[in-house]
């Protein structure tokens, strides 16, 4: 059975005005995979109201295409 998982990508703006994206990585410097839509939500929703440089969080599905 295949199952989507969730990631937080981070936009940003660079000195010369580029839109860099970064996913977000876990302790392991590892994409982050969070199992929970709602958990990866709030997630977004903190570091959206946390952000004091103008970056931007949202959440990225990802799915999982393999046959077992």
């Given at each position: ?7 937080l ?33 709030k ?6 109201a ?19």
């Open positions: 059975m295949s199952k989507n998982v969730y990631t990508k981070k936009t940003m703006v660079d000195m010369k005005g580029k839109k860099i994206h970064v996913l977000m990585t876990d302790n392991h410097s590892e994409i982050l995979e969070l199992s929970h839509k709602n958990i990866a939500d997630m977004a929703e903190v570091m959206n946390n952000t004091d440089n103008g970056c931007y969080y949202e959440v990225i599905e990802i799915t999982n295409n393999m046959e077992n």
